[in-house]
């Protein structure tokens, strides 16, 4: 399974990014996904996870600003991003949730500042 995410770019404190996640696997509407994000010189973190049947899921640092959401007839992930905050400047990642190491892809890089 192919995971591409775009939607990346800079913008200013206080604004607003969508992140798209698109695959060419035929499974993305049974798998559980989620939006990984890696700051400079720190581990990657799971930043929100969309389960089945579930609630979804958000780290406590993006939890109320961000909203995680899928379109599976478009095999889609998104992530939208509101109130950005220059610490929310990062290589942005979607994968499977739990994540799998051989699904990992570029990423789409994030940075907010003024």
């Known amino acids: 399974v192919q995971l591409q995410a775009s939607g990346g770019g800079l913008v200013q404190p206080g604004g607003s990014l969508r992140l798209s996640c698109t695959t060419s696997g035929s499974i993305f509407g049974i798998m559980d996904m989620g939006w990984y994000r890696q700051r400079t010189g720190k581990q990657r973190e799971l930043v929100a996870a969309?389960?089945?049947?579930?609630?979804?899921q958000y780290a406590y640092f993006v939890k109320g600003r961000f909203t995680i959401t899928r379109d599976n007839a478009k095999n889609t992930l998104y992530l939208q991003m509101n109130s950005l905050k220059p610490e929310d400047t990062a290589v942005y990642y979607c994968?499977?949730?739990?994540?799998?190491?051989?699904?990992w892809g570029q990423g789409t890089l994030v940075t907010v500042s003024s």
């Open positions: 994968n499977k949730f739990p994540a799998r190491f051989d699904y």
């Open positions: 969309i389960v089945s049947g579930e609630p979804t």
